[in-house]
């Protein structure tokens, strides 16, 4: 037996022998011998109380870290208590590496944690605001010296700047290693003309995160049509399908907020048309060897006004080309208030002071009714202002603000009948930053409509044919007349009320809504025969008929929108019939119409009266 126990553990060992190693771990380098020397640098009280935090003047900086290489910083961690509402944009963040004079990050606080609109929770795999405080992760790697400081912009005191780094120092570094670096780049209004820029950089390294704050001036999410497009070392090489597919998300990031470790959305709010999103590209850096160019469209074709604000993080070789500098503190914040697309800026209306009063001239599109909104601005040293418009009432607002030129809440003035331009007097230290004139839309709420009736699809092309044939609606548009709609079925007219916003929503009304079309028919009263014009909205195709007379067309897809489509034509004394004739191709499906209206006579009617046609 003795003999034996030799020649079992002989076969043990060598099936032991035989065994390959066990796979090594995702932690595993956590038990390999550490290298360099731990510190750890915080605002702690240095005199052993609770006093563990730092105060910075209004516009004084701190100094969070200065030391001597080689090392990298592993963990970056801030919280700051400011009685300003704006410090997130205000409070800049500043790193510089190898004692360049030129900063290698430059941001607004906030924004350099994805948190450039207000300071919400996520949990990012390298970065985030975890319930209360900023933290990021990214190694940030220097040969000879690191510098981070904290600049105070607010105009008033920092009450308490807390802070944590993490580091090792004295550790050998790779050879030709890249440096970190991010930049904030921002649109406050973007234009047609070009594609908001992310990244010019030029050198050697690698993007690997974007984050994303915009908001439209439409209200709405339409911007993020807007495709990415990379130009790597000088060549183009590809472009994207959409701004929230490129953060993997979809349809407008139809499922709301999310935080994954290296995709989330933040913020999204419909009403303000506004999105705070991130993407890392740690599985997918974007390598570059001399140059990398980043940018995203607003909208299709940019053609999309809104304000965007980017960040962009980054690896690369020193030295780096210099980064533009950041804007001024109070160009940094975000409004409180949003001029809307519609309205028009100071400097594009003819103006003169008269005395103590300012008179502002504002042309309209045609005769109508509008309301009229001015767009105040204000400051510590203003005071009442008076707004008046000819011919309508006046108002007076008081116009005090914390900060100088901030753009106020708007101040509605009333409706007024305006012929050609808007006349607006104006008591005021400082001039309004804009005057906008909404045409006051009294809807045709009352309809009647019936469908649906065959659009045969067109492969490859965005067009209803039966727009251009005449259906029995047409030739016989009694609402006691009975047709043959789509598969044969009879179909009659319907009484329906448009929704708040003067949409008559044909999608909730017919089945199937692909591919078809219906008709809509009202009434509108005019005391007098005279011209006028409708305005028309319809998605998508559309022929619109006035007492049977032909006055309007279009085919391709589009938006049901607010006063999309003009349309002069000549009513006669008494009422007038009124007929749409709206097309699908899919989606979405719906119309809308009203009459300019300057004296507030016209009237509409969904069923026919005495006199009409």
């Known amino acids: 037996m003795r003999l034996r126990f030799p020649r079992v553990g002989l076969v043990v060992a060598l099936a ?104 919400r929770h996520y949990t990012a795999l390298v970065m985030g605001e975890a319930s209360g405080g900023f933290y990021c992760y990214l190694p940030m790697p220097f040969e000879r010296r690191a510098r981070i400081v904290v600049e105070n912009g607010t105009g008033r005191p920092i009450d308490a700047l807390y802070y944590n780094i993490e580091l090792v120092r004295d550790i050998r570094l790779p050879s030709g290693f890249g440096t970190f670096h991010a930049w904030w780049h921002r649109d406050a209004r973007t234009t047609a003309r070009a594609p908001h820029l992310i990244l010019a950089a030029r050198g050697r390294g690698a993007l690997v995160g974007v984050s994303l704050n915009a908001q439209s001036y439409a209200k709405n999410l339409a911007f993020l049509e807007g495709d990415e497009t990379y130009t790597v070392d000088g060549e183009r090489r590809g472009q994207g399908t959409g701004t929230e597919d490129y953060f993997n998300s979809g349809w407008y990031f139809d499922e709301a907020t999310y935080a994954g470790p290296y995709t989330g959305l933040i913020v999204k709010d419909d009403t303000l048309g506004r999105v705070a999103a991130y993407r890392w590209h740690l599985p997918d850096a974007v390598p570059f060897r001399d140059s990398l160019r980043v940018t995203i469209e607003h909208g299709t074709e940019n053609g999309e006004v809104a304000d965007y604000a980017t960040m962009a993080y980054w690896y690369q070789t020193e030295p780096h080309a210099p980064l533009p500098p950041l804007p001024p503190p109070d160009a940094r914040r975000v409004p409180a208030v949003v001029i809307p697309l519609a309205a028009v800026p100071l400097d594009s209306l003819h103006w003169q002071r008269r005395g103590a009063t300012t008179v502002m001239t504002l042309p309209v599109p045609r005769p109508d009714r509008y309301t009229v909104v001015v767009y105040p601005v204000g400051g510590p040293d203003s005071d009442r202002a008076t707004f008046r418009v000819a011919g309508g009432p006046g108002r007076t607002a008081l116009l ?64 209803s044919p039966a727009l251009d044939s005449v259906l029995a609606p047409e030739r016989s548009p009694d609402l006691a007349g009975s047709y043959a709609g789509v598969n044969g079925q009879s179909v009659h007219w319907r009484r329906v009320t448009a929704g708040p916003d003067g949409r008559v929503r044909l999608t909730r009304i017919f089945k199937p809504t692909d591919w078809v079309l219906a008709y809509g028919q009202a009434w509108l009263y005019s005391p007098r025969a005279g011209p006028t014009t409708l305005l028309l909205g319809a998605d998508d195709g559309h022929v619109l008929w006035v007492n049977g007379e032909r006055v309007s067309e279009r085919q391709g897809r589009h938006t049901s929108e607010p006063d999309d489509v003009a349309i002069p034509v000549r009513l006669e004394a008494g009422w007038n019939r009124v007929l749409v004739k709206v097309a699908n191709l899919d989606g979405g499906w719906a119309f809308q119409v009203r009459a300019a209206d300057p004296d507030g006579v016209l009237r509409w009617g969904a069923g026919p009266r005495e006199g009409s046609r």
């Open 400 to 463: 005090v603000a914390a900060d100088s030129n901030t753009l106020l809440p708007a101040v509605p003035l009333g409706a007024v009948s305006v012929r050609d331009s808007v006349r607006l007097e104006a008591r005021v230290r400082h001039l309004p930053a804009a005057i906008e004139a909404l045409p006051l839309h009294l809807w045709a709420t009352e309809w009647h409509v019936v469908g649906p009736f065959p659009s045969p699809h067109v492969v490859g092309k965005e067009i």
């Open 16 to 119: 032991a022998c035989s065994q390959p190693a066990p796979p090594a771990g995702s932690f595993d380098y956590l038990f390999a011998p550490p290298g360099g020397r731990f510190q750890h640098v915080s605002s702690t009280d240095s005199t052993g109380g609770n006093h563990d935090f730092g105060e910075v003047a209004a516009g004084d900086s701190a100094v969070l870290l200065d030391t001597p290489g080689p090392g990298v910083v592993r963990r970056l961690w801030v919280t700051v208590a400011s009685r300003d509402r704006q410090y997130l944009r205000r409070v800049a963040l500043k790193m510089y590496w190898e004692g360049e004079t030129n900063p290698s990050v430059a941001a607004p606080l906030g924004d350099f944690f994805g948190n450039g609109f207000s300071k």
